[in-house]
């Protein structure tokens, strides 16, 4: 299994500011997805951050809304840029092993003021 | 295009009920991953059971059981003797596999569906 940590658990931000959201796994992992979930809705994927290479991205998201960084097989970043009231949402990272489940970390509750 | 549907969006039980969360998919894929994810009103996603798209066993996890029936496209989920602490949204969700690895692609999630389990 894998054990997924991310920070900050929640935030409260301004319009117009940027949130980054790290996502930290307990073991090498080379796919990782990030997901957002809008209140009382499902998740949708974001991006998949693979090491050593760059994000790709959903249709839409951009690259300069969603910045993704993938430094190391342990570790992401997923930058909300520019925020507005409609970001408010929870962000998740997840990891795939091979030959393992999906495993996904706690979550980012974010409001947008 | 994959697809999955929880045409539930919500089910009330009394405790000690007999409940089955229903789960129909689309894909054009031969092989791919099923799961099923609970999310407690705390928030996290707990993964509850990931099936092959070989293996068509049905599988009994405590008062938890996965009937999965390739021929209607269905993965349902049926909680025997509901609790109260079963009250969570349940996401069913499809992954294609990427490789003879085994390794799997983003998930695929239906709507979800919301459980209310009443003492």
């Known amino acids: 299994s894998a054990v997924i940590s991310q920070k900050p658990s929640r935030d409260i931000c301004q319009r117009g500011t940027s949130l980054t959201i790290q996502c930290q796994v307990d073991s090498q992992v080379t796919m990782m997805f990030w997901y957002r979930q809008q209140p009382g809705q499902s998740l949708t994927l974001i991006a998949t951050?693979?090491?050593?290479?760059?994000?790709?991205?959903e249709s839409g998201f951009v690259i300069d809304k969603f910045p993704i960084s993938r430094p190391n097989l342990t570790f992401s970043t997923l930058t909300v840029s520019n925020m507005s009231p409609e970001d408010s949402s929870i962000y998740l990272c997840?990891?795939?092993?091979?030959?393992?489940?999906?495993?996904f970390g706690p979550g980012t509750r974010l409001t947008v003021l | 295009a994959q697809k999955v549907t929880q045409a539930q969006t919500e089910i009330s039980v009394v405790e000690k009920e007999d409940v089955t969360l229903d789960c129909v998919y689309e894909t054009r894929d031969t092989t791919y991953y099923l799961f099923w994810y609970k999310q407690p009103p705390s928030g996290e996603l707990v993964f509850l059971i990931r099936r092959n798209s070989f293996d068509e066993q049905n599988e009994i996890s405590g008062r938890y059981s996965w009937n999965f029936q390739k021929s209607t496209s269905s993965f349902n989920f049926t909680i025997t003797a509901s609790q109260v602490v079963d009250s969570a949204v349940y996401f069913c969700a499809l992954s294609e596999i990427l490789n003879y690895g085994g390794s799997q692609g983003n998930l695929i999630f239906g709507k979800g569906t919301k459980l209310s389990v009443k003492p």
């Open positions: 997840s990891v795939a092993p091979p030959t393992d489940t999906q495993y």
């Open positions: 951050a693979n090491q050593g290479s760059e994000a790709t991205y």
